[in-house]
């Protein structure tokens, strides 16, 4: 099975950025669906972004398109989240997760989760 290892979160101004990593060790990225999800207190935690294993292409969720790019680093076994224009409303524990079928479905089933990195975004 895959590990899961969220770092790179923090507190940022308003219209500043950061980039998330998750370190994966155990088995390949390269076997999984992989996915950034996020969630705040009092919420269910929400889809951010996915890279497929089928044929690489990108997700987004409306919120955070154009702003969020997600890329694996297959040398490095690492997933990434660089997040560009950060606004208050994007704080959130943020987590990473693999799945060997489609990481963008019902999150009951997805296969492994990290264990989140916070973001703080002040105003």
């Known amino acids: 099975q895959i590990q899961l290892v969220e770092s790179g979160g923090g507190l940022v101004q308003a219209g500043g950025s950061l980039r998330l990593s998750c370190a994966a060790s155990g088995r390949t990225i390269t076997s999984y669906d992989m996915g950034w999800f996020r969630q705040t207190p009092g919420k269910e935690r929400e889809f951010v972004a996915t890279t497929r294993l089928s044929d690489g292409s990108t997700d987004y969720a409306d919120s955070v398109l154009g702003r969020f790019t997600i890329s694996r680093g297959v040398a490095s076994n690492t997933v990434y989240l660089q997040m560009n224009s950060l606004q208050p409303e994007d704080t959130a524990v943020y987590y990473c997760?693999?799945?060997?079928?489609?990481?963008?479905?019902?999150?009951?089933?997805?296969?492994?989760w990290g264990q989140g990195t916070q973001v703080t975004v002040s105003s």
């Open positions: 997760a693999a799945d060997h079928d489609d990481v963008n479905s019902d999150q009951r089933y997805i296969d492994y």
